[in-house]
């Protein structure tokens, strides 16, 4: 069983898109007995974390903090994954950008946050072919992403 918790810091309200994506995520990755969190957050909450750590004074749309990255402890018989905060306003500006829905562009942050936190990353070309490849795969699977 998997478990996790969302929290609306933002008030953004219209998160359903997540419990879906996260399930299948989960279940694509094939990861059981696992807990995560989620805050939807604003664009001066992502910059704080950015900044104070990543050292990246500006704002982003999604970042990651993997418990795992050195070790994988069981809490409990749970493995706690980490945390994942998504930036609504960016999310919604870059809806507009790519020509897609608020619901695909939600989906995209929520799955690429939580590959992030079972170990896949993005700093090389054979990297992000992998993680990328996963990710439509993942988001292929439900029609509020297509768009």
Known sequence: MNNFDIYDDYGYNDFKILNKVFNKTLEYEKVNNAYFSVVLVNENKIRTINRDYRDIDKV????????????????????????IYICIPQMIKQAKKYGHSKTRELAFLGVHGLLHLLGYNHMNAEEEKIMFTKQ?????????TKR
Not at 136 to 144: D, Y
């Open 60 to 83: 982003t749309d999604v970042i990651s903090f993997a418990f795992e990255d050195n070790d994988k402890r069981l809490y409990n018989g749970i493995r706690v994954l980490g945390e």
């Open 136 to 144: 439509e795969e993942i988001l292929n699977g439900f029609n509020e």
